[in-house]
């Protein structure tokens, strides 16, 4: 618990040094983050014998999805068409040239698909800090409100499981940590970026905090799948990055879809 607490505390500390300092340490920060999390993805298939030079090459690519036309909103959420086709042809087309044992059009594919993911969802981030550093926070609070008293609320008062993928949750746990989420979250909102019509904001943290307890349900199914515990061992007590803002993922997504109409 004691390993748990500090890794949480060292975690807290980095996010709030990137957040203050913005520019460019916040920008390599979140690089070097999408990087672990584009490992923990590679890693993960271990049936998958990807070249080292693919994984590079890849890594590459991700990283010009993630600093892609970062300053404004745009055609698919701030990326450029042009990075989209560099990023298939660069992973796509070595198939035909290297021998097919070594990188296959299955392994081509999921390697695009990551590099695709994790460079759309850290592009997402840096986007959305660019525009409102509390609009990130507001989805940041419901993230981790949610999963922490999801937590909690399933060891007080769980007694039936909401998913065979993750027989630890339960159905009254989610609903706390729901109901406390949208709570906290909601505060801040209307403390920080604005009230709005306050039932369409509640509605609306509420969908995402739901959204975000299937996104860790997800990823929980994507470490089963692969008969892994943690993405990785990176942070003591905790896991990968990816087992840290799973949730969060799930949120960001749907958030940048939600606003398209409101």
Known sequence: MKERILSAIVMAAIVICMFYFG??????????????VYKEFI??????????????????????????????FSALFG?????????????????????????TVKEAFYLASVTLFV???????????????????????????TDIFALFGGLLIGK???TE??????IEGSLVGTLVGTIVAVTFHI???????????????????????????????VKRENNVKDFSNLIPGHGGVLDRIDSMVFILIAYFFIIQFI
């Open 23 to 36: 520019g460019v340490p916040f920008l390599i920060g979140m690089s070097l983050i999408a990087t672990l």
């Open 43 to 72: 890693d993960v298939r271990k049936d998958l014998k990807i070249p080292t030079i693919m994984k590079m090459i890849g890594l590459v690519c991700m990283l010009l999805l993630v600093l892609d036309n970062r300053d404004h």
């Open 79 to 103: 990326l450029s068409y042009e990075t989209l086709s560099i990023v298939f042809l660069c992973l796509l087309t070595p198939t035909v040239f290297l021998k097919k044992k070594n990188y």
């Open 119 to 145: 460079g759309t969802i850290f592009n997402l981030f840096i986007t959305l800090y660019s525009e409102s550093l509390y609009q990130l926070l507001y989805i940041v609070i419901i993230a981790c409100v």
């Open 160 to 162: 039936h499981p909401l």
């Open 165 to 170: 993928i993750s027989p630890k949750k339960t």
């Open 191 to 221: 403390m920080f970026i604005g009230t709005g019509n306050i039932v369409t904001l509640i509605i609306i943290t509420i969908i995402l905090s739901v959204i975000g307890q299937i996104g860790d349900i997800f990823f929980s199914l």
